[in-house]
């Protein structure tokens, strides 16, 4: 149970890193938001706003599995968006948004979206996750204190291949 909670941890920081608009750094990668051939959708009101974007990435020939990674409140907001005025058939329902797969994660904030050909990350690591078990920091306490070690980089091949926004 404690491996697979580390795994977790491992797992949850790699993607909130890579879901970031953190600029980059020395010791942090930059976050796939920051780069600057990200489309971005800005606020997206109306099932309109989706498939523009999905149009516009389609334009600069990017035709693989695509797919969106919502944030928990704008998967709320697409499951409850209706295509238009005219029927009442709704944006995202049973796990897709028109028919392409959404996922769901807490590592984006608000209402934010990203869509695009995941294909087009690619994700390096070197070595193995380092796990130093330290009893004696937090001895006192009666505390084992546990230091994770992994070193992980990513880069969009193709910055293009991917937008963002935000759902009204």
């Not at 994700?123 to 796990?131: C, K, P, R, V």
Request: glycine share 10%; net charge negative; hydrophobic share 40%.
């Amino acid at each position: 149970m404690i491996r697979q909670d580390i795994i977790n941890a491992v797992n949850a920081k790699l993607e909130a890193s890579i879901l970031s608009d953190f600029s980059g750094s020395t010791t942090q990668p930059k976050g796939l938001l920051a780069y600057t051939g990200v489309t971005s959708a800005g606020t997206v009101s109306a099932y309109s706003g989706l498939t523009d974007l999905e149009a516009t990435i389609e334009e600069k020939n990017v035709y693989g599995d695509m797919c969106y990674i919502l944030s928990p409140k704008a998967k709320g907001g697409l499951r409850a968006m209706a295509k238009s005025t005219k029927n009442t058939q709704l944006v995202m329902e049973g796990g897709e948004v028109d028919g392409t797969k959404a996922y769901s994660t807490s590592h984006l904030s608000g209402k934010d979206f990203v869509y695009g050909d995941f294909s087009n990350l690619v994700i390096g690591s070197w070595g193995a996750i380092d796990l130093t078990v330290d009893p004696y920091t937090k001895a006192a306490a009666g505390q084992v204190r546990l230091v994770v070690n992994a070193y992980f980089d990513f880069k969009p091949v193709r910055d293009i291949a991917f937008g963002k926004g935000e759902i009204a």
